[in-house]
C-alpha cells in the first residue's frame, strides 16, 4: 500500500510540475491568454485604432509605449495585434517581425533579424551594402516583389 500511495504522490507532483512549467513558459514567452485590460481600455481603443488604420488604410504612424516593468505594456500591444489579425483583409496584408532590444543591439543584427524573419536571406544573399539606407532600401524593394 506504501508503494501505491507514493507512486500517486508521484503522478500528482509529476503533473503539478508540467503545469508550473507550462505557465512559467507562457509567461516567460509572453504567450500568456491574459485578456484583462484593466485601466488600459482608453488606451487599448486608441492603439487598436490606429493599427487598424495602418494596416488597412497605409498609413504611416508610429508608436511609443512606456511604463514601468509590469504595468501590461507588451500585453496590450499583443491583444491589440492579436485581434487586428483575426481581421481576414488585415491577416493577408501584414507581416510582423519581433525585435529585442537585448539581443538586436544595433541596426545591421537588426536588418539581418528582420530579413530572417521574412525569409528574404535567399533575396539579399552576398550582397555588402554601404549603409543602413541601403539596406534598408533594398529590403523594402524586396518586400515589393
Do not use: W
Given at each position: 500500500?506504501s508503494?501505491?500511495?507514493s507512486?500517486?504522490n508521484s503522478?500528482?507532483h509529476?503533473?503539478?510540475?508540467?503545469?508550473?512549467?507550462?505557465?512559467?513558459?507562457?509567461r516567460?514567452c509572453?504567450?500568456?491568454?491574459?485578456?484583462?485590460?484593466?485601466?488600459?481600455q482608453?488606451?487599448?481603443?486608441?492603439?487598436?485604432?490606429?493599427?487598424?488604420?495602418?494596416?488597412?488604410h497605409?498609413?504611416?504612424?508610429?508608436?511609443?509605449?512606456?511604463?514601468?516593468?509590469?504595468s501590461?505594456?507588451t500585453?496590450?500591444?499583443?491583444?491589440a495585434?492579436?485581434?487586428?489579425m483575426?481581421?481576414?483583409?488585415?491577416s493577408?496584408?501584414?507581416?510582423?517581425?519581433?525585435?529585442?532590444?537585448?539581443?538586436?543591439?544595433n541596426?545591421?543584427?537588426?536588418?539581418?533579424?528582420?530579413?530572417?524573419q521574412l525569409n528574404?536571406e535567399?533575396?539579399?544573399?552576398?550582397?555588402?551594402?554601404g549603409?543602413?539606407?541601403?539596406?534598408?532600401?533594398?529590403?523594402l524593394?524586396?518586400?515589393?516583389?
Open positions: 500500500m508503494s501505491r500511495k507512486k500517486n503522478l500528482i509529476t503533473e503539478c510540475l508540467s503545469q508550473v512549467q507550462r505557465i512559467l513558459r507562457e516567460f509572453h504567450q500568456s491568454p491574459h485578456s484583462n485590460l484593466f485601466g488600459v482608453v488606451q487599448y481603443k486608441h492603439l487598436s485604432e490606429l493599427l487598424k488604420r495602418t494596416a488597412l497605409g498609413e504611416s504612424n508610429s508608436v511609443l509605449i512606456i511604463g514601468p516593468r509590469g501590461g505594456k500585453m496590450l500591444i499583443n491583444h495585434l492579436k485581434e487586428l483575426e481581421i481576414e483583409e488585415v493577408e496584408n501584414v507581416l510582423q517581425v519581433h525585435l529585442n532590444g537585448l539581443l538586436q543591439i541596426d545591421k543584427i537588426a536588418l539581418k533579424e528582420i530579413t530572417r528574404l535567399n533575396v539579399v544573399g552576398d550582397k555588402v551594402f549603409s543602413f539606407a541601403e539596406n534598408l532600401s533594398f529590403l524593394e524586396a518586400l515589393k516583389k
